[in-house]
């Protein structure tokens, strides 16, 4: 979840999808990052009341803060969706948003607060003081002796490769992260120079969304021999296509892609940022489908799928901007609505 490529244009990228980009206003996003206007705008009319996500498990609907966070990095990366960027951070900081998803009482955990760190830093938010929480002395508490992040709660310990890089970049931007959390980041990799995703297994088997998201927490720690060595793992398990798969996957995906695409450029490592970028703007959704699925990056080559649509087309966007998790800023952002325009 940085950008530096070549890459095709957006007339290209139109032309492919069988139509023409309209914006409304004229189109004023990150002209260095083809599709992403199309893609913010369509993720943004996604959300509930205009603010923010949720998930239906079982017909109960719960709010989907991590969802929503997903959404305030992709606009900032694409430089657009001002507004509802700013809306989602707002809802986030609701008091029974915010601690249904950190942890309330006793209960602590370390991902949901690293994130929510790194959203608030993102749209420049002090996160020692956010919605009257201060994340970066709560993450301080999670820190064992070993350098790990890890949950405090009664439901046991979810902390992983994903929680620890998150903590670490969010804390690469507020004064520094902790020495002993970054060389306990470096003892997990496997000797493929990949990363796993869980800690402490008998058998390391490096994992490509963890090893995308290490190497950018890496990187932003001055890392950059450890961050080569998963890159050069990363590169050797590219498809020809640019896309990745996920772990224990046999064909490649948005999400793991963009975090991917997103580590190469993050690493200026062009080349393979640009395959991946390429990848993904094979999956956006066109003039060939219905209105209300335009502009949305699907999953993978199956096609657009209402249940993954969301996360794949903000993960998908990181993969198309031009700017690491370590840089990420919605400063500057505009408010640009691009549509597409179909012939007949």
Same mark, same amino acid.
């Given at each position: 979840?940085?950008?530096?490529?070549?890459?095709?244009?957006?007339?290209?990228?139109?032309?492919?999808?069988?139509?023409?980009? $309209?914006?409304?206003?004229?189109?004023?996003?990150?002209?260095?990052?083809?599709?992403?206007?199309?893609?913010? #705008?369509?993720? $943004?009319?996604?959300?509930?009341?205009? +603010?923010?996500?949720?998930?239906?498990?079982?017909?109960?609907?719960?709010?989907?803060?991590?969802? =929503?966070?997903? $959404?305030?990095?992709?606009?900032?990366?694409?430089?657009?969706? +001002?507004?509802? %960027?700013?809306?989602?951070?707002?809802?986030?900081?609701?008091?029974?948003?915010?601690?249904?998803?950190?942890?309330?009482?006793?209960?602590?955990?370390? #991902?949901?607060?690293?994130?929510?760190? *790194?959203?608030?830093?993102?749209?420049?938010?002090?996160?020692?003081?956010?919605?009257?929480?201060?994340?970066?002395?709560? *993450?301080?508490?999670?820190?064992?002796?070993?350098?790990?992040?890890?949950?405090?709660?009664?439901? %046991?310990?979810?902390?992983?490769?994903?929680?620890?890089?998150?903590?670490?970049?969010?804390?690469?931007?507020? %004064?520094?992260?902790?020495?002993?959390?970054?060389?306990?980041?470096?003892?997990?990799?496997?000797?493929?120079?990949?990363?796993?995703?869980?800690?402490?297994?008998?058998?390391?088997?490096?994992?490509?969304?963890? =090893?995308?998201?290490?190497?950018?927490?890496?990187?932003?720690?001055?890392?950059?021999?450890?961050?080569?060595? %998963? !890159?050069?793992?990363?590169?050797?398990?590219?498809?020809?296509?640019?896309?990745?798969?996920?772990?224990?996957?046999?064909?490649? +995906? $948005? +999400?793991?892609?963009?975090?991917?695409?997103?580590? /190469?450029?993050?690493?200026?490592?062009?080349?393979?940022?640009?395959?991946?970028?390429? /990848?993904?703007?094979? *999956?956006?959704?066109?003039?060939?489908?219905?209105?209300?699925?335009?502009?949305?990056?699907?999953?993978?080559?199956?096609?657009?799928?209402?249940?993954?649509?969301?996360?794949?087309?903000?993960?998908?966007?990181?993969? !198309?901007?031009?700017?690491? *998790?370590?840089? !990420?800023?919605?400063?500057?952002?505009?408010? =640009?609505?691009?549509?597409?325009?179909?012939?007949?």
């Amino acid at each position: 979840m940085s950008r530096f490529r070549a890459r095709a244009t957006v007339l290209f990228l139109t032309a492919a999808l069988g139509c023409t980009a $309209a914006a409304v206003p004229a189109l004023t996003a990150n002209a260095s990052a083809p599709g992403t206007p199309l893609a913010t #705008g369509w993720l $943004a009319a996604q959300l509930v009341q205009g +603010n923010h996500f949720v998930s239906v498990y079982d017909k109960v609907t719960s709010p989907a803060q991590g969802e =929503t966070i997903d $959404a305030v990095l992709a606009f900032a990366a694409a430089k657009d969706q +001002n507004t509802a %960027g700013a809306k989602a951070i707002s809802w986030l900081k609701e008091p029974a948003v915010l601690s249904g998803y950190i942890g309330a009482g006793t209960e602590s955990y370390v #991902g949901a607060t690293a994130k929510l760190a *790194l959203a608030a830093e993102v749209r420049d938010y002090n996160p020692t003081h956010f919605g009257n929480v201060n994340l970066i002395a709560r *993450l301080g508490k999670l820190l064992t002796k070993s350098g790990r992040y890890s949950d405090h709660s009664a439901y %046991g310990d979810y902390s992983n490769a994903f929680s620890q890089a998150l903590a670490i970049i969010a804390l690469s931007r507020h %004064g520094g992260a902790p020495a002993k959390a970054v060389s306990f980041l470096i003892s997990s990799e496997c000797k493929n120079g990949g990363y796993p995703l869980d800690f402490a297994q008998k058998k390391c088997a490096s994992d490509t969304d963890a =090893t995308a998201m290490d190497v950018q927490a890496l990187l932003a720690t001055g890392q950059r021999s450890a961050a080569l060595r %998963g !890159l050069k793992w990363l590169a050797s398990v590219q498809r020809s296509n640019g896309g990745f798969d996920a772990a224990g996957a046999t064909s490649p +995906n $948005a +999400n793991t892609t963009g975090l991917a695409g997103e580590a /190469f450029a993050a690493a200026g490592q062009s080349h393979e940022a640009a395959l991946a970028a390429k /990848f993904l703007t094979g *999956l956006q959704i066109g003039c060939s489908a219905p209105s209300t699925e335009r502009g949305a990056l699907a999953y993978d080559k199956t096609g657009y799928n209402v249940s993954t649509a969301v996360d794949a087309t903000a993960q998908g966007i990181l993969g !198309l901007a031009d700017v690491s *998790l370590a840089k !990420l800023s919605s400063l500057g952002s505009s408010n =640009t609505t691009t549509k597409l325009v179909c012939a007949g």
